[in-house]
């Protein structure tokens, strides 16, 4: 499965429990890439070989393929991307989910817009969103003056993470300069990672993580690197339904507490008045989480995330504000 030689771009994978996706998704775009010049890493923390056994039918099929499988040593997101990129022998590392479909000329056109650019730092993709139904979120399932309501709401409140810094305000859908990256589709150079890495308190609670990779590529952008988008190539991110974290009480959790990590380790140092505007976006979003609760108060699901998000944001202040203020 392995070969030892240089490429010019490593894809790596970061998995757990999700061998479906690997073989319907993520694998099968990579083995009709029109580039030979890439290793494919596929580093998973599931619980059974499922995953293994998806890898290394693939490297059966596609004996012209470079596939390297490694059983995590640690379990989340950003700690399996930091693990990961050690392992990378290409001079570009490109982090893609394993519900992500690369174009057939997507790994081509990364590898030609880092080499004609050399200013270029990080980049991805124009990046295509399918979003299946997440109907056990309980969250925007609002129909016609409810979601009028959710709408208004969101334009006063400027989508919440927008109006704090703390998220895109779109997403990369055009080639060209960009200040944030998706985590989905997520080229670097591997000399940045020497020297940066994925924050892992935002794996806090379910052991996923969320806006991981806006903190990172953000961060990137903040210290004057750059980033953008190829002019060719495309990658689809292909959302599954019910999503990677069902309970609600985790899901809250981690939004109101990685929003707080996210702008006060890529917004505060940068822009001190960005208090205010932070703020103000949570409460906005926690108003986007109790909507829901308000229709159909009965049902006790949709009370557990705005439990959750209230939780998370309190042990942010809390930790952030009092007991650990120099991370500021």
Not at 114 to 128: H, I, M, P
Not at 303 to 323: H, I, M, N, S
Request: hydrophobic content about 45%; proline content about 5%.
């Amino acid at each position: 499965m392995t070969r030892e030689s240089s490429f010019a771009l490593s894809v790596i994978i970061p998995t757990k429990d999700r061998a479906e996706q690997l073989s319907e998704i993520s694998l099968p775009s990579l083995a009709k890439q029109t580039s030979h010049d890439f290793e494919i890493i596929v580093w998973d923390a599931s619980g059974d070989n499922s995953s293994r056994l998806v890898v290394e039918d693939l490297a059966v099929a596609h004996p012209d393929l470079v596939v390297r499988y490694f059983q995590a040593p640690r379990s989340g997101l950003p700690a399996q991307r930091n693990d990961s990129a050690k392992a990378a022998r290409g001079e570009i590392v490109f982090f893609i989910d394993d519900d992500c479909e690369v174009s057939p000329d997507g790994i081509d056109a990364l590898i030609e817009m880092f080499a004609q650019n050399r200013s270029v730092d990080a980049g991805c993709l124009v990046l295509e969103t399918h979003w299946a139904a997440k109907g056990n979120e309980a969250v925007n399932t609002s129909k016609g003056f409810g979601a009028w309501l959710l709408t208004i709401g969101n334009k006063v409140f400027a989508g919440s993470s927008q109006i704090s810094g703390i998220g895109p305000k779109e997403m990369p859908v055009r080639p060209g300069p960009v200040d944030f990256l998706p985590g989905c589709d997520f080229a670097v150079r591997a000399s940045v990672l020497k020297t940066h890495a994925f924050d892992e308190r935002l794996q806090r609670y379910a052991g996923y993580a969320l806006w991981e990779d806006q903190l990172f590529s953000h961060q990137l952008y903040r210290e004057g690197l750059v980033l953008s988008v190829a002019g060719e190539g495309k990658a689809v991110h292909h959302s599954v339904a019910g999503g990677r974290v069902r309970d609600l009480f985790n899901r809250g959790c981690l939004e109101g507490y990685n929003a707080g990590i996210v702008w006060i380790a890529g917004v505060f140092p940068y822009d001190r008045r960005s208090i205010l505007p932070f703020i103000w976006a949570r409460i906005g979003f926690l108003g986007v989480v109790l909507f829901p609760c308000l229709c159909k108060p009965w049902e006790a699901p949709r009370w557990k995330r705005a439990a959750g998000y209230l939780r998370g944001l309190w042990v942010f202040f809390w930790e952030e504000c009092f007991v650990f203020p120099s991370r500021a």
